[in-house]
Nanobody
């Protein structure tokens, strides 16, 4: 399985970005997907997750109400819509595939990771 994330960039505070992650393989809908981020000098942290069907979604408190995770199983793609961006959202964002269908938080429960896409939010 290969995951290709894209959509990062440099934006001003308050702006929006949409990240995309395309997965290879034929069983995309059978697995939950997640987004994580890692700021410079910090540990990787959970951002959002979505179940295989898209019915269940979970968010970190820091992004709740601003970010929306979604997926298009016909396109093997998961998205992260990021609105009202803040400088503290600056990080490399990674998509990942969970080991099972239900959305989970711990990164240890994800077995495939994309290469990351950099999001920089200026103040």
């Amino acid at each position: 399985v290969q995951l290709q994330a894209s959509g990062g960039g440099l934006v001003q505070a308050g702006a929006s970005l949409r990240l995309s992650c395309v997965a290879s393989g034929r069983t995309f809908s059978s697995y939950a997907m997640g987004w994580f981020r890692q700021a410079s000098g910090k540990e990787r942290e959970f951002v959002a997750a979505i179940s295989g069907s898209g019915d269940s979604r979970y968010y970190a408190d820091s992004v709740k109400g601003r970010f929306t995770i979604s997926r298009d199983n016909a396109k093997n793609t998961v998205y992260l819509q990021m609105n009202s961006l803040k400088p503290e959202d600056t990080a490399v964002y990674y998509c990942a595939r969970a080991q099972r269908d239900f959305a989970v938080v711990p990164p240890t429960l994800y077995d495939y990771w994309g290469q990351g896409t950099l999001v920089t939010v200026s103040s």
